[in-house]
Protein backbone atom coordinates (compact mmCIF):
# COMPACT_ATOMS: atom_id res chain seq x y z
CA UNK A 1 0.00 0.00 0.00
CA UNK A 2 2.01 2.97 -1.34
CA UNK A 3 0.79 6.29 -0.20
CA UNK A 4 -0.63 8.97 -2.16
CA UNK A 5 2.15 11.78 -3.24
CA UNK A 6 1.35 15.39 -1.90
CA UNK A 7 3.89 18.34 -1.21
CA UNK A 8 5.11 18.83 1.89
CA UNK A 9 4.22 22.41 2.49
CA UNK A 10 2.19 25.32 0.94
CA UNK A 11 1.65 28.85 1.78
CA UNK A 12 -0.35 31.62 0.77
CA UNK A 13 -1.19 35.43 2.34
CA UNK A 14 -4.54 36.00 3.38
CA UNK A 15 -7.33 36.49 0.64
CA UNK A 16 -5.19 34.93 -2.26
CA UNK A 17 -5.78 30.87 -3.61
CA UNK A 18 -3.72 28.02 -2.79
CA UNK A 19 -3.62 24.51 -4.39
CA UNK A 20 -2.21 21.22 -2.58
CA UNK A 21 -2.12 18.07 -5.16
CA UNK A 22 -1.94 14.70 -4.91
CA UNK A 23 -0.90 12.36 -6.90
CA UNK A 24 -2.02 8.53 -7.00
CA UNK A 25 -2.24 5.73 -9.23
CA UNK A 26 -5.04 3.88 -11.58
CA UNK A 27 -5.37 1.64 -8.68
CA UNK A 28 -6.37 4.31 -6.02
CA UNK A 29 -7.37 7.60 -7.53
CA UNK A 30 -7.76 7.12 -10.76
CA UNK A 31 -9.53 3.67 -10.37
CA UNK A 32 -12.49 4.88 -8.11
CA UNK A 33 -14.60 8.29 -7.09
CA UNK A 34 -13.46 8.22 -3.48
CA UNK A 35 -10.97 10.65 -2.55
CA UNK A 36 -11.55 12.88 0.46
CA UNK A 37 -9.42 15.64 1.80
CA UNK A 38 -9.15 15.88 5.59
CA UNK A 39 -8.20 19.17 7.50
CA UNK A 40 -6.11 18.41 11.13
CA UNK A 41 -5.09 21.34 13.20
CA UNK A 42 -2.33 20.14 16.08
CA UNK A 43 -3.50 18.21 18.54
CA UNK A 44 -7.04 17.95 16.95
CA UNK A 45 -8.67 14.85 14.81
CA UNK A 46 -8.84 15.18 11.44
CA UNK A 47 -12.11 16.51 9.95
CA UNK A 48 -13.51 15.69 6.56
CA UNK A 49 -13.38 18.98 3.90
CA UNK A 50 -14.00 17.24 0.69
CA UNK A 51 -15.43 13.77 -0.40
CA UNK A 52 -15.82 12.00 -3.64
CA UNK A 53 -12.96 14.24 -5.37
CA UNK A 54 -15.50 17.27 -5.37
CA UNK A 55 -18.33 17.55 -2.77
CA UNK A 56 -18.69 19.58 0.22
CA UNK A 57 -19.79 18.15 3.57
CA UNK A 58 -22.26 20.31 5.00
CA UNK A 59 -20.63 23.24 7.51
CA UNK A 60 -17.61 23.25 5.00
CA UNK A 61 -17.19 27.30 3.86
CA UNK A 62 -17.34 27.27 -0.10
CA UNK A 63 -13.95 28.44 -0.07
CA UNK A 64 -12.76 24.77 -0.22
CA UNK A 65 -13.18 22.75 -3.62
CA UNK A 66 -11.74 19.51 -5.46
CA UNK A 67 -11.13 18.55 -8.55
CA UNK A 68 -9.45 15.36 -10.54
CA UNK A 69 -7.36 15.01 -13.88
CA UNK A 70 -6.19 11.22 -14.15
CA UNK A 71 -3.84 10.38 -11.43
CA UNK A 72 -4.01 13.88 -9.55
CA UNK A 73 -6.66 14.98 -7.32
CA UNK A 74 -6.23 18.59 -6.04
CA UNK A 75 -7.86 20.98 -3.06
CA UNK A 76 -7.93 24.15 -3.33
CA UNK A 77 -8.51 27.28 -1.08
CA UNK A 78 -9.70 30.00 -1.82
CA UNK A 79 -9.79 33.37 0.29
CA UNK A 80 -7.55 32.29 2.57
CA UNK A 81 -8.10 32.88 5.94
CA UNK A 82 -5.88 32.56 9.41
CA UNK A 83 -8.03 29.62 10.72
CA UNK A 84 -6.91 27.56 7.13
CA UNK A 85 -3.65 27.09 8.68
CA UNK A 86 -3.29 23.39 9.22
CA UNK A 87 -1.99 20.16 7.71
CA UNK A 88 -4.41 18.67 4.91
CA UNK A 89 -4.47 15.13 3.48
CA UNK A 90 -6.18 13.35 0.92
CA UNK A 91 -7.15 9.74 0.88
CA UNK A 92 -8.40 7.53 -1.34
CA UNK A 93 -10.44 4.22 -1.76
CA UNK A 94 -8.02 1.61 -2.83
CA UNK A 95 -10.07 -1.39 -3.40
CA UNK A 96 -11.02 -4.19 -0.94
CA UNK A 97 -7.46 -5.26 -0.70
CA UNK A 98 -5.81 -2.51 -0.12
CA UNK A 99 -8.85 -0.36 1.12
CA UNK A 100 -7.68 2.80 1.92
CA UNK A 101 -4.18 4.85 1.37
CA UNK A 102 -3.45 8.62 2.39
CA UNK A 103 -1.33 11.29 1.04
CA UNK A 104 2.28 12.28 3.29
CA UNK A 105 0.00 15.63 4.40
CA UNK A 106 0.55 19.18 3.31
CA UNK A 107 0.93 21.83 5.77
CA UNK A 108 -0.45 24.85 4.89
CA UNK A 109 0.74 28.17 6.25
CA UNK A 110 -0.90 31.53 5.99
CA UNK A 111 1.31 33.99 5.31
CA UNK B 1 -24.79 14.42 17.82
CA UNK B 2 -22.48 11.61 16.32
CA UNK B 3 -19.85 10.71 18.78
CA UNK B 4 -16.63 8.63 18.67
CA UNK B 5 -15.17 7.83 21.92
CA UNK B 6 -11.29 5.94 22.33
CA UNK B 7 -9.93 4.00 24.80
CA UNK B 8 -7.34 1.45 25.62
CA UNK B 9 -4.33 2.90 24.57
CA UNK B 10 -1.59 2.95 26.62
CA UNK B 11 2.22 1.50 27.17
CA UNK B 12 2.60 -1.86 25.82
CA UNK B 13 5.78 -4.20 25.50
CA UNK B 14 7.25 -5.04 22.32
CA UNK B 15 5.38 -8.71 21.48
CA UNK B 16 2.90 -7.83 23.85
CA UNK B 17 -0.99 -6.90 23.06
CA UNK B 18 -3.17 -3.98 23.46
CA UNK B 19 -7.04 -3.73 22.94
CA UNK B 20 -8.33 -0.55 22.10
CA UNK B 21 -12.37 0.37 22.37
CA UNK B 22 -14.77 2.92 20.45
CA UNK B 23 -17.65 4.02 21.89
CA UNK B 24 -19.92 5.77 19.54
CA UNK B 25 -23.16 7.66 19.84
CA UNK B 26 -25.60 9.59 17.80
CA UNK B 27 -26.38 6.99 14.75
CA UNK B 28 -27.33 3.84 14.08
CA UNK B 29 -24.03 1.88 14.80
CA UNK B 30 -25.11 -1.28 12.45
CA UNK B 31 -25.33 0.83 9.42
CA UNK B 32 -22.04 2.36 8.66
CA UNK B 33 -18.18 0.51 8.43
CA UNK B 34 -15.81 1.89 10.48
CA UNK B 35 -12.30 1.84 10.64
CA UNK B 36 -9.09 2.75 12.87
CA UNK B 37 -6.32 5.03 11.53
CA UNK B 38 -3.33 5.92 13.26
CA UNK B 39 -0.70 9.10 12.93
CA UNK B 40 2.80 8.40 14.29
CA UNK B 41 3.97 10.98 16.70
CA UNK B 42 4.80 13.62 14.17
CA UNK B 43 4.16 11.80 11.25
CA UNK B 44 0.91 11.63 9.16
CA UNK B 45 -2.09 9.50 9.02
CA UNK B 46 -2.06 5.83 8.50
CA UNK B 47 -5.21 3.68 7.63
CA UNK B 48 -4.97 0.49 9.81
CA UNK B 49 -7.65 -1.83 9.56
CA UNK B 50 -11.70 -1.19 8.79
CA UNK B 51 -14.87 -3.19 8.82
CA UNK B 52 -17.71 -3.47 7.38
CA UNK B 53 -21.59 -2.11 8.96
CA UNK B 54 -22.77 -6.16 10.09
CA UNK B 55 -19.02 -7.06 10.83
CA UNK B 56 -18.67 -10.16 7.91
CA UNK B 57 -16.14 -7.90 6.10
CA UNK B 58 -13.01 -7.25 7.23
CA UNK B 59 -9.44 -5.03 5.59
CA UNK B 60 -6.07 -4.92 7.16
CA UNK B 61 -3.21 -2.72 5.59
CA UNK B 62 -0.34 -5.06 5.18
CA UNK B 63 1.98 -3.55 8.61
CA UNK B 64 -0.47 -5.11 11.00
CA UNK B 65 -2.18 -8.31 9.08
CA UNK B 66 -1.81 -11.21 11.16
CA UNK B 67 -0.91 -9.02 14.16
CA UNK B 68 -4.07 -6.97 14.89
CA UNK B 69 -7.68 -7.65 14.88
CA UNK B 70 -10.69 -5.87 14.01
CA UNK B 71 -14.09 -6.52 15.59
CA UNK B 72 -17.48 -4.86 16.34
CA UNK B 73 -20.57 -5.28 18.65
CA UNK B 74 -23.65 -4.16 17.07
CA UNK B 75 -25.89 -4.36 20.23
CA UNK B 76 -23.01 -2.52 22.46
CA UNK B 77 -22.10 0.15 19.41
CA UNK B 78 -18.39 -0.61 20.00
CA UNK B 79 -15.42 -1.47 17.78
CA UNK B 80 -12.34 -2.97 19.22
CA UNK B 81 -9.02 -3.16 17.60
CA UNK B 82 -7.03 -6.19 19.14
CA UNK B 83 -3.26 -5.50 18.99
CA UNK B 84 -0.72 -8.63 19.37
CA UNK B 85 2.93 -8.95 18.87
CA UNK B 86 3.23 -5.25 19.11
CA UNK B 87 6.17 -3.56 17.64
CA UNK B 88 7.80 -0.07 17.89
CA UNK B 89 6.56 0.96 14.96
CA UNK B 90 2.89 0.60 16.28
CA UNK B 91 3.96 3.65 18.32
CA UNK B 92 0.78 6.02 17.24
CA UNK B 93 -2.54 7.82 18.16
CA UNK B 94 -4.92 5.48 16.79
CA UNK B 95 -8.17 6.93 15.88
CA UNK B 96 -11.77 5.41 15.79
CA UNK B 97 -13.27 6.66 12.21
CA UNK B 98 -16.85 6.53 10.67
CA UNK B 99 -17.68 5.76 7.14
CA UNK B 100 -19.74 8.45 5.72
CA UNK B 101 -22.22 5.88 4.08
CA UNK B 102 -22.49 2.03 4.76
CA UNK B 103 -20.41 1.35 1.85
CA UNK B 104 -16.95 1.08 3.04
CA UNK B 105 -14.62 3.78 0.93
CA UNK B 106 -12.38 5.24 3.04
CA UNK B 107 -14.40 7.98 3.06
CA UNK B 108 -14.34 9.43 7.21
CA UNK B 109 -17.00 11.89 8.35
CA UNK B 110 -16.68 11.44 11.96
CA UNK B 111 -13.38 11.06 13.47
CA UNK B 112 -13.03 10.10 17.34
CA UNK B 113 -10.50 12.06 19.65
CA UNK B 114 -7.68 9.88 19.76
CA UNK B 115 -6.02 7.22 22.11
CA UNK B 116 -2.13 7.10 22.13
CA UNK B 117 -0.26 3.88 22.25
CA UNK B 118 3.24 3.21 22.76
CA UNK B 119 5.47 0.70 22.64
CA UNK B 120 8.27 0.31 24.02
CA UNK B 121 10.01 -1.80 27.02
Known amino acids: QSALTQPPSASGSPGQSVTISCTGT?????????VSWYQQHPGKAPKLMIY???KRPSGVPDRFSGSQSGNTASLTVSGLQAEDEADYYCSSYAGNNNFGVFGGGTKLTVL | EVQLLESGGGLGQPGGSLRLSCAAS????????LSWVRQAPGKGLEWVSA????????YYADSVKGRFTISRDNSKNTLSLQMNSLRAEDTAIYYCAKEKWLLVTSTFDCWGQGTLVTVSS
Open chain 2, 26 to 33: GFTFSNYG
Open chain 2, 51 to 58: ISGSGGST
Open chain 1, 26 to 34: SSDVDGYNY
Open chain 1, 52 to 54: EVS
